[in-house]
Structure formats: structure tokens, C-alpha cells
């Protein structure tokens, strides 16, 4: 499985963006779809989660702001990241969990949130 991840860039304090990350390959099995993130000297952190059957998880810290969506046509997930904070800032993995395997990882991509 190939997953490429997009939608980083620069943004103001309270602005948004939209993360994007596909997946192809052998997609089967597939139990969910995620988006960790990492800040410079931090530990990776769970941001969202959604589950094959559009069960959601978040961080608490990003709760209300943003929102995890599936497209299981085109095999991707969304990240639409609102109200964005300094402390969002990070660089965005996407992640594919499958049945009885280990996760598939994107490439990363940065999100920097500054004035």
C-alpha cells in the first residue's frame, strides 16, 4: 500500500487547511484510516482516526476544530483542519490500518501556522 499525503503549507493563527492523503496498492481488509501528527521535539501524537464504519476519534486538543472524512471511492482520507492554532503546527502523517497487518505510513507533510 502507497499512501501520499497533501495539503500542507503556511497559515495564519485562526485560518484552515484541507490534508488529503490517498491510498493505492492492495487496498483490502482495510479497518481504518488516521492522521498522526509530530511537532519539532515531540513526541507523534494521534490527531483523528475513522473507522471502516465512519466511527471518529480526536485528539482532544483538536476537538471542534477539525473534522476526519473517508472517500472509499477514491480510496482517501480528509483532514479539514479549522480555527488553526501555533500549536497545530507539526508535520501530518496519514495512516491505513488492514486486518492482521501493520500500518501503512504517508510521506508527511508540513503544516506550519504562524503570523
Known amino acids: 500500500v502507497q499512501l501520499q499525503a497533501s495539503g500542507g503549507g503556511l497559515v495564519q493563527p485562526g485560518g484552515f487547511l484541507r490534508l488529503s492523503c490517498a491510498a493505492s496498492g492492495s487496498i483490502f481488509s482495510i479497518k481504518g484510516m488516521g492522521w498522526y501528527r509530530q511537532a519539532p521535539g515531540k513526541q507523534r501524537e494521534l490527531v483523528a482516526s475513522?473507522?471502516?464504519?465512519?466511527?471518529?476519534n480526536y485528539a482532544d486538543s483538536v476537538k471542534g476544530r477539525f473534522i476526519i472524512s473517508r472517500d472509499n471511492a477514491k480510496n482517501t482520507v480528509y483532514l479539514q483542519m479549522n480555527s488553526l492554532k501555533p500549536e497545530d503546527t507539526a508535520v501530518y502523517y496519514c495512516?491505513?490500518?488492514?486486518?492482521?497487518?501493520?500500518?501503512?505510513w504517508g510521506q508527511g507533510t508540513l503544516v506550519t501556522v504562524s503570523s
Open positions: 475513522i473507522t471502516n464504519g465512519e466511527s471518529t
Open positions: 495512516y491505513l490500518e488492514r486486518v492482521g497487518r501493520v500500518p501503512s
